[in-house]
């Protein structure tokens, strides 16, 4: 089976950083994936990890610890827009393109 | 130019009917999902298509059946809908094995 954790709500502030955990106990491990959704939109894609350490990308960066089944998303300087669902995703066995998401955190970013 | 495109965007019927949704992408992507968002905002593979085939499918009832007429193509058809299909439809599509590109979303509520 699939398992993947991640909190519910986070709040931060215009400006810092935040940091969203994920864990995440799969059959089959072949890359994880970050995904934004804002509401009532599509989700977009963020970041994909699939070796241990840190993938940066402008003001987001992901982490993977494999051996710990464990990632995180760090958000940088912090705008208002970023306030959206931040959705963990494991892709599963070799051969499929299945993805399974965690339950998402909702981030709202407060002035 | 729309990579995912879905029709309708929203969709209200009553239990019992049967309903269709398009799905198209001109990505030239080998792979076709639909996802089922329930409105804990939990994101839930259904389906996907490879070259016309189904690779998975995630116990999903058999009232559920994904029609692919080509490779850009990924339809859904509900038969005798029941209150507890309302949720988010997202179609998406990868390339072999990467980040997938979600569609808009169709909203169904089933009265």
């Known amino acids: 089976g699939q398992n993947i954790d991640q909190p519910t709500e986070m709040t931060a502030t215009e400006g810092a950083i935040v940091q969203i955990n994920c864990t995440y106990q799969?059959?089959?491990?072949?890359?994880l994936f970050w995904y934004q959704q804002h509401a009532g939109e599509a989700p977009t894609f963020l970041s994909y990890?699939?070796?241990?350490g840190l993938e940066e990308k402008g003001r987001f960066s992901s982490f993977l610890s494999r051996s710990k089944g464990y990632s995180y998303l760090l958000l940088k300087e912090l705008q208002m827009k970023d306030s959206a669902s931040y959705l963990c995703?494991?892709?599963?066995?070799?051969?499929?393109?299945?993805?399974?998401f965690g339950t998402g955190t909702r981030l709202t970013v407060i002035p | 130019d729309t990579a995912v495109s879905q029709t309708p965007k929203y969709l209200v019927t009553q239990m019992g009917n049967d309903k269709s949704i398009k799905c198209e992408q001109n990505l030239g992507h080998d792979t076709m999902y639909w996802y089922k968002q329930d409105s804990k905002k939990f994101l839930k593979i259904m389906f996907s298509?490879?070259?016309?085939?189904?690779?998975i499918n995630e116990t999903v009832p058999n009232r559920f059946s994904p029609k692919s007429p080509d490779k850009a193509h990924l339809n859904l058809h509900i038969n005798s809908l029941e209150l507890g299909d309302s949720a988010v439809y997202f179609c998406?599509?990868?390339?072999?094995?990467?980040?997938?590109?979600f569609g808009p979303g169709t909203r169904l509520t089933v009265t």
């Open positions: 799969t059959s089959g491990f072949n890359g």
């Open positions: 298509y490879n070259n016309k085939e189904l690779i």
């Open positions: 990890n699939v070796l241990d």
């Open positions: 995703a494991v892709k599963g066995q070799t051969g499929a393109n299945n993805l399974f």
């Open positions: 998406a599509s990868s390339p072999s094995s990467y980040e997938q590109y």
